[in-house]
Nanobody, 129 residues
Framework: EVQLQAYGGGEVQAGGSLRLSCTAS????????IGWFRQIPGKEREGVSC????????YYGDSVKGRFTMSSDNAKNAAYLQMDNLKPEDTAVYFC??????????????????????WGQGTLVTVSS
């Protein structure tokens, strides 16, 4: 059974940091890319970042670039999202996902929702001003 679990959310003041973790089981971690999405109630879900676990290539959405950093520990089937300089607009439920990477000269991950094969339950991040 495939399982993804995101945790590490909480409440933090603006300018602070949080580190989210995503643990995976039921599939070969190295064969997938891990993504992070977030959703604010009443708004569309937004792709935040993704990483190809086979080589650590990362991609970040414009709203988090320079503030968020993805990493992974393949031996633990885990991925992480370090969130620094948090802003109130980062308040959302954060989900981790798994998708198949694609190869076009190099290996890429994707934040297209319909290409995410597995979704985990979310973790709430609240940033107060």
């Amino acid at each position: 059974e495939v399982q993804l679990q995101a945790y590490g959310g909480g409440e933090v003041q603006a300018g602070g940091s949080l580190r989210l973790s995503c643990t995976a089981s039921g599939f070969t971690f190295d064969n997938y890319a891990i993504g992070w999405f977030r959703q604010i109630p009443g708004k569309e879900r937004e792709g935040v970042s993704c990483m190809t676990t086979v080589n650590g290539n990362t991609y970040y959405g414009d709203s988090v670039k320079g503030r968020f950093t993805m990493s992974s520990d393949n031996a633990k089937n885990a991925a992480y999202l370090q969130m620094d300089n948090l802003k109130p607009e980062d308040t959302a439920v954060y989900f981790c996902t798994a998708s198949l990477p694609f190869y076009y000269g190099r290996v890429y991950c994707t934040l297209k929702e319909h290409l995410q094969k597995h979704w985990g339950q979310g973790t709430l991040v609240t940033v107060s001003s």
